[in-house]
């Protein structure tokens, strides 16, 4: 089956072609590692380990790589906090246990949200050695210059600069906020390495003790791991320009030709609105994962819009998502696995269509094919191997009250007084309960607002 993947460089859904089938290369921007990650950060993690687990099922080899930036001022800046406190070791060392940290929370998390570990995770400090080289290189071919301790690529030795976000040069000047510095032969130059003074951390180069710009490590990295050509860049939108505009510039004009497909996530909204802690709305994966939110439900919430649409996390849509995986775990949580559906399979190859593939899996659920929807559900990361305990806690503390409510079903049916049922009825309702009664029986099914506490006395 053809996938058809969108590429923002062409602004068109292409059919995918690898530059060598028997091995297919992607390159994902990560985090930069200073804190929890938020709502937003997880958004590109489990879109590209959508097309992540796409690409593994259609080709012999995928080599993922994703970075994780530890090279920043608000790193520097909790290190050099800790330092001024008293704590043991050289602003270097307590860097790198900053960095050590938050990788270790953004694993558990993103772990938690069935996500899979990509092939390679490059920390920019291990990588400099190859950044000095790449600039050095750029230097010498005329496209970066030396100037009072800094490394600058010079905008204007690269006639297609803005081709993939789509601005002229002029455009971007009067646009966006950019740095005036008196080093700078054109105000759009921008770093690719910068002097660091004693309160930072620093690296020696032929420009003096300093460390890289943002947008040489990636393009450094994605080289030295993936080679001068690779298939498929991603990162959110807000990424387009300047940075992933820079990468291409700085690695086409060192020689590279980089990536053949540039793909771009949307953003984030909460409750239909920017999540920014001025509102009020910011939380982490963390917060949701601590509140009882399963990491399943956040990855089903969030892969129900297509990727190049925003996305808006809202309390309705949490409830609708744990309703809809205890449904599909009572139904496919305790079978074999079965065939993938191949309109399943075609919804994901066309661009990613979560929102579609989702629709298929809830005919399946319909049609209660267990073994095809247990195979889509492992597919789409929301299927563990054993039935979650947030699922079968729930189920475990109902089987009494469908046996309590069947019994007073089955007196009614003789007597014709349903006073007994429809108070138990109203009474599960009230905690949380759905409650479905058929001719096979009675099903009690917890919804995620289900309070046991609420049914205690309850007989």
């Not at 080709?59 to 800790?82: G, H, M, S």
């Not at 409650?435 to 096979?440: L, P």
Request: some cysteine; hydrophobic content about 40%.
């Amino acid at each position: 089956m053809k996938i058809q993947l969108y590429n923002t460089k062409t602004r068109t859904k292409e059919t995918f072609e690898p530059l060598d089938p028997s091995h297919v290369k992607m390159y994902v921007c990560g985090p930069t590692v200073y804190d929890r990650a938020h709502l937003g950060n997880a958004r590109p993690v489990l879109v590209f380990d959508m097309l992540n687990r796409l690409l593994r099922h259609s080709y012999p080899k995928v080599t993922y790589v994703r970075n994780f930036t530890d090279v920043d001022d608000r790193i520097n800046e909790t290190a050099l906090n800790r330092k001024q406190a008293g704590a043991a070791g050289t602003l270097e060392e307590l860097i790198a246990e900053r960095s050590n940290e938050t990788i270790g929370w953004y694993h558990a998390d993103m772990d938690a949200l069935g996500a899979m570990r990509p092939d390679a995770e490059p920390r920019a400090t291990g990588y400099i050695a190859e950044m000095i080289a790449f600039i050095e290189a750029l230097i010498a071919d005329g496209h970066a210059y030396a100037a009072e301790g800094h490394a600058l690529f010079a905008v204007e030795s690269y006639a297609e600069y803005g081709k993939l976000s789509g601005r002229s040069v002029e455009d971007m000047i009067a646009g966006a906020r950019v740095e005036v510095a008196p080093y700078k032969r054109n105000p759009m130059d921008f770093v690719l390495w910068k002097p660091s003074d004693d309160d930072l951390p620093g690296w020696d180069s032929p420009w003096g003790r300093g460390r890289p710009g943002w947008h040489i490590e990636c393009s450094a990295m994605a080289h030295a791991l993936l080679g001068k050509s690779f298939d498929i860049h991603g990162g959110g939108n807000d990424l387009m320009f300047p940075h992933h505009e820079n990468e291409i510039a700085q690695s086409r004009c060192a020689g590279h030709d980089f990536a053949q497909v540039w793909m771009h996530n949307e953003m984030l909204q909460v409750e239909g609105k920017k999540m920014s802690k001025s509102l009020g709305n910011f939380f982490t994966v963390r917060d949701l994962l601590e509140q009882g939110v399963p990491g399943e439900v956040i990855r089903l919430v969030m892969l129900s819009t297509h990727y190049r649409k925003p996305m808006d996390w809202t309390e309705k849509k949490r409830a609708e998502a744990e309703k809809t995986l205890r449904k599909w775990y009572d139904i496919a949580g305790d079978v074999e696995a079965g065939p993938l559906d191949p309109r399943f399979l075609e919804a994901i190859s066309d661009d990613l269509n979560t929102a579609g593939a989702l629709t298929i899996m809830h005919e399946l659920a319909a049609q209660n094919a267990g073994p095809e929807l247990r195979t889509a559900m492992q597919f789409f990361g929301v299927m563990s191997e054993s039935v979650p305990e947030w699922v079968t806690d729930a189920q475990a503390d109902l089987s009494a009250f469908e046996a309590l409510l069947g019994a007073a079903r089955a007196t009614a049916m003789e007597t014709k007084d349903f006073a007994e049922v429809d108070r138990l009825k109203s009474a599960l309702i009230a905690a949380g309960v759905e409650v479905r009664m058929s001719k096979a029986g009675v099903d009690l099914v917890a919804g995620p607002d289900f309070d046991a506490a609420k049914l205690e006395g309850l007989g």
